[in-house]
């Protein structure tokens, strides 16, 4: 029986005046991927960080399986982050970063060492394990941080454009581990801009748009909605979030200059 | 492109670096998650904090110009060394706080100079390398500029006031422009050495990490220097001119070495020549190290695009036999986390082994006195507590790093705090032991110390946990972003302010018992230390 893994209700984040999200509220059960899409600025982000613990919301409810977020350290000890920017601890190595992470998250040595093997070698990191993370490139950097997401085993994984930079070989990787944490009865939302890919790898997704959901089901549904028979994801988002009517004058614009 | 435009873009550059130094190293990347308002004034705040940072350097090299040189605008009842030798004291012993002073500031920033990799930026732009070169150049040297003036106009002025001739006032400016020259290639080679021989490559081997722990205390002979000549000023030139006396059979050599040479070129045009050997060494010399001086500024001008580029960090990598790591228990995990980026950082590195020097510091300079009593215990305990306390905020400021990042994982606030804490202590714990070493050095018996010290472990722990707990409650919900504190000075005050009204509670204590009972310190000290402690492990325990 599938679980409620993600709830969120009337989430509004304010920067300053500016309203990010606004009165958002969705919800994502175990066996989930849940794609979350939007132009550049729509909330995505923002809304991952509240799901982190990383921003506090100016009002509304989140819960992870059902703990508040209030609840800080039960709430994140079932979470996996990857953010957006990878900023981590520059000047630490990916062993002493990640011996950080592990000690913090109080993982027994012999458990996570196995599956750090495992992880390293997959994404090919074995290699910069005592470099510092400052010398690394974006795609390693990314590694590290996708690594230190997977490593406690989480219940929910919270992957915020994870793909970019990274290598084919490691972007296929990620996208199986995906699809296999959630086959396992974990769940997983991630934002992504790569509408192929969510296409492909979302059970469900919801269109943010605004900082409001604008539309938000599988596919199919998102067709209907949009009254498409055939219509590719990156059609449906373009339509739901408006972009479509004025795009081809700008780019017929574009070509005439 | 011609200079008036170079220095345009610089003013943008140099604005950037000043906004990185607060920002990209102490806020992580919380900053975009603020309103536009919020941040134009945080903009505003690193720039003023800039300006500040180098007023008071300035203000230093100004202040300490006119301390050494006092004795000497004492005409009358002027008691010192002969006069002649009291300059040469007076000018090299000026030189040589400037360059510690600068060099002292210099290494606080080029941390942020480094990261800012304005090289990378500048580089896609239709610029000549030359022009990039310039703009680096003289964005590193705007970051100086201030106490690079009121140094050249400080030794000049009062050597003028001193009675100097024309001619002594050209060697002075010489010497101190040679002296900046010296300054800032000595921050810039040892940055350069720190960040591809030290930081580059990794960190596993023990000889990497012992070389970390020897540049961390290479980094800190700076500081060191500030210090003592900023508190020892006019005893410093007294020794250097005593020193420069009873090597009078030796001056020959003397005359030879940097700043010396300058200093008895100066007292030679201002007092005339007694001895035309050690003339011939100091022109020489001094001749030596204005070309020294000239080549060294070729070499910054080259080096100084490599460091803006953050080029210099080397790409050798250790060979990885496994991918192990050994978690910890969360305090002590943070603890190490900390320890392994002051180890790498130089402006934490400096701030973790100050307190230890100090507390060395202040027991040769009381031991003078005899045998340390509690009174004189009790004074050293309270210097110690001063220099402790202004640890825990810039442990906490290591939080902000990454903190996009860090924010998300499960951590206690009580379990942040105890591991800062516990660091702090340690540290005090450390000062102690050199103290013991002084101690046992000089023969001298202190008992009393030791074990009131021991005990004053506990009072600096509660007044570090106070500290970390306003902290944390002031910066937890905005993602440790500590940059606005160290740009709002009279917040950084207020944090202290408890902490170390908390650490002096038992001193006042057991001086008042000292005065009125002296039989009750040994149970008045005790006893406050340990109310307090509780006291703060109860609230401590309380931070969820």
Known sequence: MQQSAVTIEQLTVNYGTFTAVDNLSFTVKTGEIYGLLGPNGAGKTTTLKVLVGVLEPRAGKVEIFNTPLADEVAAKSQIGYVPEEVVLLDSLTPREFLEFTASIRKLDANTVNSRLERLTSAFQLTQYFDTPIAALSMGNKQKVAIIAALMH????????????????????????????????????????????????????????????????????????????????????????????????????????? | MNFREIWHITGTVYREVSFQSIFSLRAGSTLPQKGRGSIEQLVKSA?????????????????????????????????????????????????????????????????????????????????????????????????FDAPLAVAAITLVTVYFLVGGSILGGLVSFAAVIATECFALTFTVGLARFFYARVTAGGGRSKLKTLMRFVFMLVWILPTLGAYLLVNFATYIVESFAVFTQSLSSFSNLVVLAYPFSYG??????????????????????????????????????????????????????????????????????????????????????????????????????????????????????????????????TMFSIEGLGSAYTRSLPLKKNTLITAKATLSTLVYAVSLVALFLVALYLGRDFTYILIFGGIYAMSIAAASMLE????????????????????????????????????????????????????LVEVVFPSVVMIEFLIMTIVVLREK
């Not at chain 1, 469900?204 to 199919?220: P, S, Y």
């Not at chain 2, 190290?289 to 070729?298: G, I, K, P, Q, V």
């Open chain 2, 264 to 393: 008895f070129l100066v007292s030679f045009t201002t007092f005339g020549v007694n001895d035309y050997l050690v003339l011939g060494g100091s022109v020489a010399a001094s001749i030596g190290y204005l070309f020294a001086a000239f080549f060294s500024l070729r070499w910054l001008t080259r080096t100084i695009r490599t460091i803006g580029s953050g080029g210099i960090a080397s790409t050798q990598r250790e060979k990885v036999k496994d991918t192990i790591i050994h978690p910890q228990i969360p305090w002590l995990g943070i603890i190490r986390k900390d320890l392994r980026i002051a180890s790498r950082a130089p402006s934490y590195a400096s701030l973790f082994f100050l307190p230890i020097i100090q507390t060395a510091i202040l027991a040769v300079t009381f031991s003078s006195i005899g045998d340390a009593g509690p009174a004189l215990s009790f004074g050293i305990l309270t210097g110690a507590s001063m220099m402790v306390l202004l640890l825990p905020t």
């Open chain 2, 468 to 519: 970390l707990v306003i902290l944390s409650r002031k910066y937890w919900k905005e993602g440790m972003a500590m940059g606005n504190l160290y740009s709002r000075l009279s917040t950084f005050i207020l944090i202290l302010l408890p902490g170390y009204v908390v650490a002096w509670i038992p001193i006042i204590a057991a001086f008042t018992a000292y005065a009125t009972a002296p039989t």
């Open chain 2, 47 to 143: 720039q003023i904090n800039i300006i500040i940072s180098k007023i008071l350097t300035a203000v230093f090299v100004g202040t300490f110009g006119f301390i050494t040189f006092l004795p000497l605008m004492e005409q009358t009842f002027y008691t010192g060394p002969p006069k002649d030798l009291a300059l040469v004291g007076s000018v090299s012993a000026f030189l040589a706080s400037v360059l510690f002073l600068i060099v002292f500031m210099g290494l606080q920033v080029t941390t942020s100079f480094v990261s800012s990799k304005i090289a990378d930026t500048l580089s896609p732009l239709p610029l000549s390398k030359r022009d990039i070169s310039s703009i680096i150049f003289l964005c590193f040297v705007r970051i």
């Open chain 1, 153 to 257: 085993e989480p219940r929910l994984l919270i992957l915020d454009e994870p793909l970019v930079g990274l290598d084919a070989r490691s972007s296929k990787i990620l996208k199986e581990l995906i699809t296999f944490h959630a086959k396992k009865g974990g769940a997983v939302i991630f934002s992504t801009h790569i509408m192929e890919v969510a296409e492909k790898l979302c059970t469900r997704v919801g269109i943010i748009n605004q900082g409001k959901i604008v539309g938000e089901g599988t596919v199919e549904d998102l067709r209907k909605l949009v009254k498409s028979a055939e219509g590719s994801l990156e059609d449906i988002f373009l339509k739901v979030t408006e972009q479509e009517a004025g795009m081809q004058d700008v780019i017929k614009a574009l070509e005439e200059e």
